[in-house]
């Protein structure tokens, strides 16, 4: 029985990959079909979602075998101990499955010649430089862990708070944290208010902030892209006095950076629903955003999240060529229009969580040669090394 049990949730892995077409996240892909097919209980649900990342995971390395094959191989090369699903299966494999990475792959090759690491991430070519393809790729393979950021004056309660609640974490730095996933932190300390929950790398974008004593008075800041306002509440606790502006072209989700802003103690700051892919941004008229009024415009571009797709590895299943030049277009196409509003030597600091160059170098190259800036410094910010992102920013002036 407990063969068929593992062997149903093979059938039933294969049933959902087929289904879906990536044009919605997995994980809510997923939890969809499981409201629909509700007589999984929540290990088999656990189970048969662990199959069909581990699909995922191995991207585009072993597409001349079934689906059902690129599972088990995938769960193999993603497993690190014996475990029940690879003994039904795979007795063989697991007998091996401890085993380095190197080695599986060896095993894995007596049975899909021609299997590589290389072929995992799509587009290899384009990749930026600085960043070690090998470890990037391996880092694919595991969920990346959870990271927080103690805000400013609450470094000592975290501490004491993780420590009372018996919650094994690792501090990367003074303020930064690494966490279990599934932590559940809410019922023992107050988010926003004493820390975010933010990835490492995101945290690290911090270095390409422009010094403090950079400025004279409050420092304007225009967050043109705010998402969920993380790179905003750094830069709040990143200066002293600033005077904050945030603009997204979704509603939605300045309606949630709202209520974050309001739990985080930022109250003084201007909202704008902005298209900034239109030469002429709806949402911002001169009265309201002066140009050539911004010390710091931060432009967290839309991206193809590359740098982020251990966390939705589905992304590498369907990506296209193409999509990187229509990324980088419109990457260059939102920072062009904000550069009216950046005063004489003013910065703009751009920032895309991907790896590849028509994101990241090209974008830049383009901004510097076209609109006549100063590049100050840019790089990767790799966070294959913490578990955490993988991201691209650059500290350009006017």
Not at 101 to 129: A, C, M, Y
Request: proline fraction near 4%; aromatic fraction near 12%; charged fraction near 25%.
């Amino acid at each position: 029985m407990i063969n068929g049990r593992f062997f149903s949730y093979l059938n039933t892995a294969e049933q959902i990959i087929n289904s879906y077409n990536g044009t919605s996240p997995f994980s809510e892909f997923i939890k969809s079909f499981f409201r629909s097919n509700k007589k999984a209980g929540s290990k088999d649900r656990k189970w048969i979602a662990s199959l069909c990342y581990a699909y995922f995971r191995i991207g585009r390395a072993a597409l001349q075998i079934s689906v059902r094959e690129q599972v088990v191989t995938g769960f193999y090369l993603c497993s690190t101990e014996k475990n029940e699903f690879l003994e039904a299966v795979e007795p063989e494999w697991n007998a091996t499955v401890a085993s380095s990475v190197n080695t599986k792959l060896s095993i894995i090759r007596q049975r899909i010649p021609g299997f590589s690491l290389e072929n995992i991430f799509p587009f290899p070519d384009h990749i930026s430089s600085g960043i070690d393809h090998k470890a990037f790729v391996l880092a694919l393979l595991r969920q990346p862990d959870i990271f927080i950021r103690i805000r400013p004056g609450h470094v000592n309660s975290v501490h004491r708070k993780l420590k009372r609640a018996d919650i094994n974490f690792t501090a990367l730095d003074e303020y930064a944290i690494k966490i279990p996933t599934g932590t559940d932190l809410e019922k023992i300390m107050d988010l926003q208010s004493e820390l975010v929950i933010q990835d490492y790398s995101s945290q690290k974008t911090a270095d390409y902030f422009p010094k403090p004593e950079e400025f004279n008075g409050p420092v304007r800041i225009w967050d043109c892209c705010a998402a969920s306002g993380g790179k905003s509440i750094l830069a709040n606790d990143q200066y002293k006095n600033v005077q904050l502006t945030v603009s997204d072209n979704r509603e939605s989700v300045l309606k949630n950076l709202e209520v974050r802003f309001e739990d985080a103690g930022i109250e003084n700051y201007l909202s704008y629903i902005v298209d900034l892919s239109k030469l002429v941004p709806d949402g911002v008229r001169a009265s309201e955003i002066p140009k050539d009024y911004f010390d710091l415009i931060i432009t967290d571009v839309p991206c193809s999240g590359s740098g982020t797709w251990a966390r939705t590895p589905e992304r590498m299943r369907f990506i296209k060529e193409d999509d990187l030049q229509q990324y980088s277009s419109l990457q260059f196409s939102i920072v062009s229009n904000t550069i009216p509003y950046l005063k004489r030597n003013g910065f703009l600091l751009y920032i895309t969580c991907s790896v590849y160059k028509e994101e990241n170098e090209e974008v830049v190259e383009r901004l510097v040669h076209q609109h006549q800036l100063k590049m100050i410094k840019s790089g990767i910010i790799s966070g294959t090394a913490f578990g955490a992102d993988t991201l691209f920013a650059a500290l350009l002036t006017s």
